[in-house]
């Protein structure tokens, strides 16, 4: 079964606007939480990663948010732009193990 | 070079023949990843190696995958008796080993077509 589960499929969204991608994991032992983003023809790549000790993370126009207690986590992509459509992964991973455990993905378009 | 490195790029092979193919990984990474995506799909795992532990082969398709890793560095994927459904880019990625070094790095893929 999938223990990263990722929604939605896809998004569009206009330009300026705010892109939202939500994710939700049932290992408690998870403790690394990165999300990849992939161009087509290209690999995925890491975009911005989260541990639990921490609510949020931003960097640049991406912030990573993180509840715990839900064991969910979301991608917030400020601005969007149309250089930023791509297919956004969530992941998880333990340090114990380091397997990451990747979601479905989701497609972005920004619509100039 | 000091990314993960593919080969071949493209591949495309006949119903039945069996393929090969290869991951260097970067140099020092002890966990290596092999994925399938198929057109505008999700990424599939497929196998996990981790150090010297037992590979983590929960993800391979059918007992015609099989995947080695010598001496800890580059990896090999065969594919036995190609079907059209393995048709898809096999994307590798390597990782130091756990705690703070997570982080995948993935090679451009493979793309594999049968036919």
């Known amino acids: 079964q999938q223990q990263v589960k990722q929604s939605p499929q896809s998004l569009i969204v206009q330009k300026g606007g705010i892109s939202i991608i939500n994710c939700a994991y049932e290992n408690t032992a998870f403790d690394y939480f990165p999300w990849y983003q992939q161009f087509p023809g290209k690999g995925p790549a890491l975009l911005i990663a989260i541990r639990p000790d921490v609510s949020e993370k931003k960097e640049g126009r991406f912030t990573i948010s993180f509840n715990k207690s839900a064991k969910q986590f979301s991608l917030h992509i400020m601005d969007s732009q149309p250089g930023d459509s791509a297919t956004y992964f969530c992941?998880?991973?333990?340090?114990?193990?380091?397997?990451?455990?990747f979601g479905a993905g989701t497609q972005v378009v920004v619509t100039p | 070079g000091a990314g993960v490195s593919q080969s071949p790029s493209n591949k495309v092979t006949e119903k039945g023949k069996d393929v090969e193919l290869r991951c260097d990984p970067i140099?020092?990474?002890?966990?290596l990843y092999w994925y399938r995506q198929s057109l505008g799909q999700g990424l599939e795992f497929l196998i996990y190696f981790q150090g010297n532990s037992a590979p983590d082969k929960s993800g391979l398709p059918s007992d015609r995958f099989s995947a080695e890793r010598t001496g800890g560095s580059v990896s090999t994927l065969t594919i036995q008796r190609t079907q059209q459904e393995d048709s898809a880019v096999y994307l590798c990625?390597?990782?130091?080993?756990?705690?703070?070094?997570?982080?995948?790095?993935f090679g451009q893929g493979t793309r594999l077509t049968v036919v």
């Open positions: 992941a998880a991973a333990s340090d114990s193990w380091g397997k990451l455990q």
């Open positions: 990625a390597s990782s130091s080993t756990g705690g703070q070094g997570t982080e995948a790095f």
């Open positions: 140099s020092g990474h002890t966990a």
